[in-house]
């Protein structure tokens, strides 16, 4: 890892970085490394880095200035290096991490899991501490498709990884059901000596219910499945079930690919609600700016990053979202603008909505999000009020979409664009897609 730390700094500035950034809450913790490590010059003019530290000093050095400036990288590894830094120093729990596609957040997810990986040289085993959902995760799943009969088509599973440990003896069957019928209608049943799985889905024709096995799911149903299957196994971290003690960290990379929105939603508010319960460190990594917006508005006091790759240089970046508006209203706006030019608004683009109108009135010193709505005439006030009071209330929906009458998509889109409107967002926002920052 590059070291990159200030040899020398002013007598101005290392006052000002002890004396006011590093007494702060955030990095109070920090002052004594820092006032350890320098000493001041004869005049009395600069502060010198003191000669013969330690590298674990150094190391620990440079995450403080990365912290307290703009974080810079000149790899992967380093990003990796620094997460592992950052939930551990600061005890961080959760970090959300937004980038575009092929910034490399997979790559990511496997130098983070390379690094807790330890080689035991006697017996030649590999130990871990990263549980990683990631598209290498969905290589663990393969399809025998039987191509001679076209009959019994099975869904196989690497009974090389540890990632299935002790599938029978946990009742995983179960464990997954609970999941899945959540978002789907099909079943499944799960040969544990064979490591394979088959799907059948059951329906009612003519009255009777007939059961149809060994059915090929859509690939978006066998997203969901190994979402699920994950989601099981997560549990079971969460559990603390002795087959995934070595888990301390969790790291889950886009696990939202071929889903609808509705399911991206309710993805996300699951997500949410088992990472609430865990005693363990998680990291998410995603390109959908829906998925990133629930989660960032349903985890507690998560690290909201923003992760950039530097095409002139090669070297990557990491920026704070935390206050920055482009992640959360912007983004979420323009995912609510694009339903309600297509007419496809269901329920639960009025919680976002709400969302939005709520943190909006805050950021103006309202008590309410009615003071974000229009208010030129009084009847279509009330009614919009009670549009977003009555349609954000309950969960989001989980199963299928909830779509709207065309009278409430209607109160939908007026409440919407008179918002866009009256506080003038920039309308370029919503012609085009956002350029991505990537050649900044």
Known sequence: MSINIPETLPKEAYQKLTNKTLNTPDFQQYKRIVTGSYKRSNDRTEYHLKEGLTEQVRSKLDFIF??????????????????????????????????????G??????????????????????????????????DLFYWDNDLENDTDRFFKLNSNSRFFSGLKELEMESRIRSFLHQYADFDFTIDYNEYKISFYRNAVIGGVNQRTDHIKVSRGEENLFVWCFFMAIMQLVVDKVDSYSWVKYIYIDDPISSLDDNNVVAVASHLANLMSDADIKVIISTHHTLFFNVLCNEIRNPERLFFQKIAKSGSYILKDTSNTPLFYHVSLLKELKKAADSGEIYSYHFNILRNILEKTAAFHGYEHFSSCLRIDHDEDFIVHKRMVNIMSHGNYSVFEPTSLEDDNKEHFQNILNNFIKDFRFNQKLFNAEQAQEDNQ
């Open 66 to 103: 990365k912290r307290i400036g703009n974080p810079q990288f000149d790899s992967l590894e380093e990003v990796a290096k620094y997460f592992r830094m950052l939930l551990d120093e600061e005890q961080k729990k959760y970090i959300l991490l937004f980038a575009y596609n092929g910034t």
């Open 105 to 138: 957040k997979t790559r990511l997810s496997a130098a983070f899991k390379t690094l807790g990986q330890t080689l035991n040289e006697e017996t030649g085993e590999k130990t871990a501490d990263t549980l990683y959902y990631n598209a290498f995760t969905e």
